[in-house]
């Protein structure tokens, strides 16, 4: 059975910092390429990032391009995201997914496979 779990999120202040991580298990985790979603409230979910399966290629979305970081650990089957300058606009639930088409950096949810829970992110102004 597939199981991601994401963890780290919390409430900080404008400016902060979080590293969310996720733990993925069931599944042959360097055989897949990894993302990071998020939901505001009253808002669709939203790409944030990807990596691909070595880790060497990723893609992120406009508003968090100059302050976030995605990576990953295959020996540790974890993937990251390093979230810098935080602002309340990433206020939102964060999701970690897997897509098994590791030919592809994708963007849309709908490409991937498996989802975590989520974690809970909120920036104070």
């Known amino acids: 059975q597939v199981q991601l779990v994401e963890s780290g999120g919390g409430l900080v202040q404008a400016g902060d910092s979080l590293r969310l991580s996720c733990a993925a298990s069931g599944l042959t985790f360097s055989s897949y390429t990894m993302g990071w979603f998020r939901q505001a409230p009253g808002k669709e979910r939203e790409f944030v990032a990807a990596v691909n399966w070595s880790g060497k290629a990723t893609s992120l979305a406009n508003p968090v391009k100059s302050r976030f970081v995605i990576s990953r650990d295959n020996a540790k089957n974890t993937v990251y995201l390093q979230m810098n300058s935080l602002t309340p606009e990433d206020t939102a639930v964060y999701y970690c997914?897997?897509?098994?088409?590791?030919?592809?950096?994708?963007?849309?949810?709908?490409?991937?496979?498996?989802w975590g829970q989520g974690t809970r992110v909120t920036v104070s102004s």
């Open positions: 997914a897997a897509d098994g088409a590791t030919w592809q950096l994708s963007r849309q949810g709908y490409d991937y496979d498996y």
